[in-house]
């Protein structure tokens, strides 16, 4: 501790970064800070009215590193890169970082159309969204083509369509520009509708349907006239477009927050044109610091990436040095906007809407989270297991006769799969039919990084085979030093039609039989079954690869591109060897000396 107060003493009372870290050097926690020295003394100073988790944290702390930065700005940036490069043990990890979908309407275009798109850039186009869930996307975009009957074809598909349009045509989705079924003015009216409509000006858009259809009724067009008066009626009675109503008609997120000791959920609401269209949420079960700055950093992480910056985020909680932070998101977005934390009115209305979706969401997740721990609970004790099986590791092997033979590894963690630890091998060592040595080399390889400062053992390994394959993961485990520190089990399928599957322990002569309905030998074949998944996917995967290979990879000169050309003209390596060189030389691309090269090599 006198290393620790040392340094507390030499800390400077600047703007910057510090990094708190453990006995190994790895850091714990990473914060920002408008003045270090205050900041940092803070957690060692009155531990008596720290929340039990952070003097927890503190007792692990060994060394206190720091960055001085010029302001808090820049002490933001380099905090946010910082945890997203060291993913210390105690800052949250926002692992869903992914950038939604939206419907983009590109009004530059002769005739605008409506398309899917993952970025939202400032090119004068319009944006709405964006859509948590694929099938909420889709839906949004049939119903708008139900009241809109704006075009949905590419440039290309357009082009060939100039003379008959396509059949969206004639289910009245679209207004068959392309074969100049209606003219340009008259497809930029249905543009500015639904323009209206994306923007939440409901009202106003029905008001020019109106007068449109009166217009049209006046000149005698009353086919034109109709269908403005079905648009109406589909939005008067029509459940998906009365949504839910919001205050403001600017496009906002509406941050919703609820926590239980170190278990925090965030529920976003995407409100655009007052009218609420989707949610996101999020969970951390590792919050560990004060409430406002567990949500300074979920903003920092979420609104990092390249994603949609609405008009105004309204946020539950007031934190130090808000508005650098908005600051920041502006310059990094290029978009202004307002970060507010409401008082009164309606926008509390709002936020007491989102905290009440989050604690929803967040009893849920705990409803299913206490099933996974009783089911896990069980496994332990029907596998007669050292420890819960919070971490499961499954390995298969997939080959035919030997040729292309690849492994998986999938992991579960709490009963969910994590896909981003999935990993697959291509076996090295082993020729011919031998799953036992593929087996061995493929554990050997996976286990031999485990005293690695960023490697996290599982729990229990399981293996998809017999008592065999079960001796071989032994046996490497015992290599390793790693015998009684993981636990290990294998499943095999039954081997005669409606004989139920076997799992095998160490130091055990039968197998261990489950019901067949039982919860724990369902999840087990879940798991085993997608090992087995990955694998031969990536099994498939390399035969298909194999199979495109021809004699033309082993030419100099002949890369991808003059491959495919080649054989889109000729179809055959056969058809290319018995070409000319003139008939060579005809296609683009291929000139002289590659068309000689080719003959050459294929005369061979």
């Known amino acids: 501790m006198n290393r620790i107060d040392d340094l507390l003493k030499s800390l400077p009372s600047d703007p910057g970064v510090y990094l708190l870290k453990d006995n190994r050097g790895k850091s714990l926690y990473i914060g920002k800070a408008k003045n270090l020295r205050n900041r940092v003394r803070s957690y060692f100073q009155n531990r008596n009215e ?20 010029q302001n808090e700005r820049e002490a933001l940036i380099i905090e946010n890169s910082l945890i997203k490069k060291n993913k210390p043990k105690y800052n949250i990890q926002l692992k869903d970082d992914k950038t939604y979908a939206s419907l983009r309407l590109d009004l530059k275009e002769k005739f605008p159309r409506l398309t899917y798109t993952r970025r939202v850039v400032n090119d004068g186009s319009l944006y709405f969204g964006p859509f948590a869930s694929g099938d909420a996307l889709r839906k949004t975009k049939r119903l708008i083509h139900r009241i ?55 009202k106003e858009m029905i008001g020019l349907l109106r007068k449109s259809m009166y217009d049209a009724s006046e000149e005698m067009r009353f086919e034109d006239a109709a269908h403005y008066r079905d648009q109406i009626n589909f939005l008067d009675k029509h459940p998906d477009v009365q949504g839910l109503i919001s205050a403001s008609q600017t496009d906002m997120d509406i941050v919703g927050f609820y926590r239980e000791s170190v278990q925090v959920e965030f529920v976003v609401l995407f409100s655009r044109g007052g009218v609420i269209i989707e949610k996101s949420e999020f969970y951390f079960d590792n919050a560990n610091l004060e409430d406002d700055e567990i949500l300074r950093e979920f903003l920092a992480q979420y609104y990092g990436v390249e994603r949609f910056i609405p008009h105004e985020i309204l946020i539950p909680i007031d934190f130090d040095g808000l508005d650098v932070f908005g600051d920041w998101l502006s310059d990094k977005h290029a978009k202004r906007f307002r970060l507010t934390v409401p008082k009164r009115g309606a926008k509390i209305k709002l936020l007491e809407m989102a905290r009440r979706n989050a604690e929803e969401c967040f009893k ?36 035919i006769q030997g040729r292309e033979a690849v492994a ?18 291509r076996i090295n060592t082993i020729n011919g039919s031998n799953d036992y040595g593929m087996m061995y080399e493929v554990l050997s390889r996976r286990f031999k990084k485990h ?41 095999a399928k039954g081997r005669e039609e409606g004989e139920q599957d076997k799992i095998y322990i160490p130091g055990r002569k039968n197998p261990i039989l489950l019901s067949m309905s039982s919860r724990e030998l369902l999840y087990l074949m879940r798991v085993r079954d997608e090992a087995h998944r990955f694998a031969i996917t990536y099994h498939k995967k390399l035969r298909i690869k194999k199979a495109l290979q021809s004699a033309l990879d082993f030419i100099p000169g002949i890369g991808i591109k003059r491959k495919i050309l080649l054989l889109r003209h000729f179809k055959t390596v056969s058809e290319i060897k018995n070409a000319s060189i003139e008939e060579l030389v005809s296609i ?11 003959k050459q090599q294929l005369n061979i």
């Not at 720290?50 to 590193?65: F, G, S, Y």
């Not at 690695?452 to 046996?475: F, R, T, Y």
Request: charged share 25%; proline share 4%.
């Open 451 to 491: 005293d690695q400062s960023n490697w996290e053992l599982p729990d229990l390994v399981l293996i998809d085979g017999g008592k065999g394959q079960l001796n071989i993961a032994h046996q490497v485990l015992e290599e390793l030093g790693l015998s009684g520190r993981v636990d290990l089990a294998s499943i």
């Open 50 to 69: 720290l929340r039990p988790q952070i003097t927890h944290m503190v007792q692990q702390i060994c060394d206190v590193d720091f960055l001085i930065t």
């Open 408 to 425: 998986s590894m999938v992991r579960f963690s709490k009963g969910k799969h994590e896909k981003r630890m999935y990993k697959r091998f």
């Open 588 to 598: 683009p691309g291929i000139n002289l000396t590659v068309a000689n090269m080719l």
């Open 364 to 399: 849920r997740k705990m409803a299913e989270i206490q099933s996974e721990l009783h089911l896990l609970q069980d496994i332990k004790k029907a596998l007669c297991l050292t420890k819960i099986p919070e971490r499961i590791e499954c390995f298969d092997i997939s080959n």
């Open 148 to 202: 809109f009957p704006l075009r949905d074809c590419t440039d290309t598909k357009f082009k060939r369509h100039l003379q008959r349009p396509c059949l969206n045509y004639y289910m009245k989705l679209c207004s068959g520009p392309c074969a100049g079924k209606v003219t340009e003015v008259q497809y930029n009216r249905v543009v500015e509708h639904a323009k209206l409509f994306l923007k939440g000006r409901i």
